[in-house]
């Protein structure tokens, strides 16, 4: 069975690297905010140890698992983005280097 190429998704390589970096810009900004949302989550919790404080305990750590879980799919995304990218250098590259040696 043949391994799908960015053609056969409608994608060239520029479009590819677009989605690899996107993906990697907004991780990096996802990471940054939960950070900030984890370090404020954990001031109020201290401050307030009232019900409220325990609600917002467990709104945090719905965040916490929420963001993790978007980060683990959108990792899985960019490995496929980088695997579907590099099984179409592979490809050209194996077409230039047959190119390259015929015999006729």
Same mark, same amino acid.
């Given at each position: 069975?043949?391994?799908? %190429?960015?053609?056969?998704?409608? !994608?060239?390589?520029? $479009? *590819?690297? $677009?989605?690899? $970096?996107?993906?990697?810009?907004? !991780?990096?900004?996802?990471?940054? *905010? %939960?950070?900030?949302?984890? /370090? @404020? /989550?954990?001031?109020?919790a201290q401050? @307030?140890?009232?019900? &409220? /404080?325990?609600?917002?305990? $467990?709104?945090?750590?719905?965040?916490?698992?929420? +963001? =993790?879980?978007?980060?683990?799919?959108?990792?899985?995304? =960019? @490995?496929?983005? !980088?695997? *579907?990218? /590099? #099984?179409?250098?592979? %490809?050209?590259?194996?077409?230039? &280097? #047959?190119?390259? =040696? @015929?015999? +006729?």
């Amino acid at each position: 069975m043949a391994h799908p %190429t960015a053609a056969s998704y409608g !994608l060239d390589e520029a $479009q *590819l690297q $677009q989605i690899i $970096q996107a993906t990697q810009q907004s !991780l990096t900004a996802m990471r940054q *905010l %939960t950070s900030r949302v984890s /370090g @404020n /989550g954990q001031l109020i919790a201290q401050a @307030n140890r009232s019900e &409220s /404080g325990q609600i917002l305990s $467990q709104k945090v750590a719905n965040w916490t698992a929420d +963001f =993790n879980k978007v980060v683990t799919d959108l990792d899985v995304l =960019n @490995n496929k983005v !980088l695997a *579907l990218r /590099g #099984t179409g250098i592979s %490809t050209s590259n194996e077409a230039t &280097s #047959t190119a390259g =040696n @015929n015999d +006729f």
